[in-house]
């Protein structure tokens, strides 16, 4: 009997231990959901910035002040139970309305931060390019400049010049809001060398590659339609080849700063390494930068001896093999907007 009576005080502790733990487990449970859930009143697409070098503890702080989460503590037990408090990522982020705070963890650690979109068209130089961003926001135009010359950056992707011009791939770009001008800048260099890829362009010879981008720059500028550009290619090649002086008015162009609807003669006087009608041979540098197409075109010019363009004001060149069927062309069509090749 005193058995059966052990034995049934036992089973009836193990009840309510189960009891216990149970209640225990639902009361865990549901404090779980409760933390993790919104506080009632936050507001919808919050804007919130973690600094670099924040720590989980002042993640969580800054969450509370922002009327993100419920409790601090629990967003910090959550990070530090998950073993993510190395993984939280620097950045911009926006949060609607009733996110959990599971979510706002997983959004910081992924680095899903606030984006911005901005595109680079051929043919633009670094300024153009800094202006442009400066403009949507998203660069402080001097820092921009200054990054374009940075060294680390120069020696990190060996670039053969004193700058990144020529190197900034004309494309879409999304990065991440805040992104500081050095970065952007890699990015766009990262881009290019991602894309030249795709034409097999022999950079073992530096002297070549440095021909090579610096004419493809020529040809971005003087080009518009997309079959003239081996074409004007292959004219700087031959000029260069038989000694002759390049004469692009984008090289001035591009000493003037701003672009001008019709060069007179002064302005292709003017002093500067970069003026291809005082000085023989290669600028010392690419001029802008080109795109896919231009780069093509420079590392496969066309097999023609043509030694002249010149503008036929529809966007169309004639191309000429003498410098008197030069002189017909440019009678004929006027001395275009842009360029024409003068001896």
Do not use: W
Request: proline share 4%; with cysteine.
């Amino acid at each position: 009997m005193s058995g059966k009576i052990q034995k049934s005080k036992k089973f009836s502790r193990i009840i309510k231990i189960l009891v216990i733990l149970t209640g225990f487990l639902v009361t865990i449970t549901a404090a779980f959901f409760y933390l993790n859930s919104p506080p009632p009143e936050a507001g919808s697409n919050t804007v919130f910035i973690v600094d670099p070098g924040a720590t989980v503890l002042d993640i969580s702080n800054q969450l509370k002040e922002n009327n993100l989460i419920r409790s601090k503590m629990f967003f910090y037990l959550l990070v530090k139970l998950a073993g993510k408090e190395r993984d939280m990522k620097a950045g911009e982020y926006s949060f609607e309305r009733g996110i959990k705070n599971t979510d706002i963890l997983r959004t910081i650690v992924e680095g899903r931060v606030v984006t911005v979109k901005f595109t680079v068209p051929e043919g633009y130089n670094c300024r153009e390019i800094a202006e442009k961003l400066s403009a949507l926001g998203i660069v402080d135009r001097e820092r921009f400049i200054q990054a374009c010359k940075d060294k680390e950056i120069l020696d990190k992707y060996k670039i053969p010049f004193d700058s990144v011009e020529g190197f900034l791939f004309p494309d879409t770009y999304i990065v991440a809001k805040n992104l500081n001008e050095k970065k952007i800048v890699e990015v766009m260099v990262k881009n290019f060398f991602r894309n030249v890829k795709k034409i097999d362009l022999d950079m073992s010879d530096p002297e070549k590659f440095k021909k090579v981008i610096i004419i493809a720059s020529l040809v971005e500028k003087e080009a518009k339609l997309d079959e003239e550009r081996a074409l004007i290619a292959a004219v700087f090649y031959n000029r260069l080849e038989k000694g002759k002086r390049l004469e692009s008015c984008a090289t001035i162009q591009y000493i003037l700063g701003k672009p001008k609807e019709r060069l007179l003669i002064s302005d292709l006087r003017v002093k500067s390494p970069y003026n291809t009608y005082l000085n023989n041979g290669l600028p010392p540098g690419p001029i802008s930068n080109p795109g896919l197409k231009s780069l093509m075109a420079a590392a496969n010019p066309a097999n023609v001896d043509y030694l002249f363009f010149v503008s036929k004001r529809d966007g169309s060149h004639y191309f000429s093999k003498t410098y008197s069927e030069h002189l017909k062309a440019i009678k004929k069509y006027g001395s275009g907007k842009l360029t024409h090749h003068l001896s």
